[in-house]
């Protein structure tokens, strides 16, 4: 499959099958994000891999999504802010969301190239699933990846295509041209 087709066809998954998903799989996609950029090539990511069905119950609960209960694999994206803050003092904060966002969209694309379906979830109760996983208080918590195969049972929404004409401008925020040369 072609990049372009997977960025295309990726989309967020709310519908699991009971099939279980490969974890090998998802080493693999979480691999993918070790190329995404790092400011300085720090790399200030670590990734929690979970199939305990209790867990993930607990999870789905701190995520107030009950879906996420169906997923086979949770991955948690978590971050060391003092691995970007204290080279970056100024913008380290920003870089270390940066460099999660980038790393994120990796997995999900080879998640999606793999036949693997995903909902990237960012409102959770930190402090229930740092409890749970025993995640220290100095990591910070990207991100929450339920992942399986898509259930074909459970009908889907379409994916919005947002029209490249009322997301790119040029020169300004507001010049919808480019000028002719």
């Known amino acids: 499959m072609s990049l372009d087709l997977i960025i295309q066809k990726r989309r967020s998954t709310k519908a ?12 693999k996609a979480i691999d993918a994000a070790r190329y995404a950029p790092m400011a300085g090539n720090i790399f200030t990511l670590k990734f929690i891999l979970i199939d305990n069905k209790e ?40 870089f270390l969301h940066q460099q999660a966002g980038a790393a994120i969209q990796n997995i999900l694309l080879k998640l999606n190239e793999q036949g693997l379906a995903t909902c990237w979830i960012g409102y ?4 229930l699933i740092r409890k749970e996983i025993k995640i220290p208080n100095e990591v910070t918590i990207e991100a929450i990846l339920p992942i399986g195969h898509e259930s074909k049972l459970k009908k889907q929404n379409k994916k919005i295509k947002v029209d490249l004409d009322s997301c790119l401008t040029f020169n300004s925020y507001t010049e919808k041209r480019m000028k002719p040369i």
């Open 124 to 127: 959770f109760v930190e402090d």
């Open 55 to 94: 867990k993930i119950n607990k999870i789905s609960d701190a995520c107030q999504q009950d879906f996420i209960k169906d997923a086979s694999h949770i991955v948690v994206v978590c971050s060391k802010p003092l691995l970007a803050k204290i080279p970056f003092p100024e913008q380290g904060e920003a």
């Open 16 to 27: 699991f099958s009971d099939k279980k998903a490969d974890w090998r799989k998802i080493i």
